[in-house]
């Protein structure tokens, strides 16, 4: 199997959970909690640069490093932005 099934059942698998506690126990199940950490963490990166924060104020808040900020920062034109703008909603 290829990396790209992988993801696509990934992808399938996430879609099927129905709440947040579905997808807190399934990603507690399949990640580790250094993994969530760091995917939350880029989320919060990604909520402040969208609200224009500075690298400065987000690397205080979260203890990002400015790489992984810049990383984050050039996902924003594509699904981060999309989920970010239906949460505001």
Avoid: H, W
């Avoid at 399934?26 to 990640?31: L, R």
């Avoid at 990166?45 to 992984?68: F, P, Q, R, W």
């Amino acid at each position: 199997m290829q990396r790209e099934n992988f993801l696509d059942d990934l992808y399938e698998a996430v879609l099927t959970l129905k709440n947040k506690e579905e997808c807190r126990i399934f990603f507690k199940d399949i990640c580790t909690p250094k993994e969530m950490d760091a995917i939350a963490q880029r989320f919060v990166v990604a909520k402040m640069l969208n609200d224009n924060c500075v690298y400065k104020d987000i690397v205080e808040a979260t203890g990002a490093s400015t790489a992984t900020i810049s990383r984050v920062n050039r996902s924003l034109d594509e699904g981060l932005s999309m989920v970010l703008s239906r949460l505001d909603k």
